[in-house]
Nanobody, 124 residues
């Protein structure tokens, strides 16, 4: 079992930055792949970024490449998503997720552990 708890969402103006954190507890290891997803009203859940629990094998969705960065905070046992140059279209509920196995997948159905989500709103 893996428990995930996101934090750091909020309201920001376009062009601003936010940092999301995902605190993980339970059976995390180098065989765990972590993902950030987002879902806007009326839209499907979208892959944002992913990384192995040890910080290796990072991937990004096309819409956030060059603006978002996924990192691991070893001291706090968290996975973070640094979001820069935010746009109104980034507005969504952001979820942290984990899958068993170290291979990268962008398909949300591969992830079996999910956090409760945190709202990110970008105003124009």
């Amino acid at each position: 079992q893996v428990q995930l708890l996101e934090s750091g969402g909020g309201l920001v103006q376009a062009g601003g930055s936010l940092r999301l954190s995902c605190a993980a507890s339970g059976r995390t290891s180098t065989s765990t792949y972590m993902g950030w997803f987002r879902q806007a009203p009326g839209k499907e859940r979208e892959f944002v970024a992913g990384s192995r629990w040890n910080g290796e094998s990072t991937y990004y969705g096309d819409s956030v490449k060059g603006r978002f960065t996924i990192t691991r905070d070893n001291a706090k046992n968290t996975v973070c998503l640094q979001m820069n140059s935010l746009k109104p279209e980034d507005t969504a509920v952001y979820y942290c997720a984990a899958k068993v196995g170290a291979l990268y997948y962008s398909d949300s159905r591969r992830y079996i552990y999910w956090g409760q989500g945190t709202q990110v709103t970008v105003s124009s």
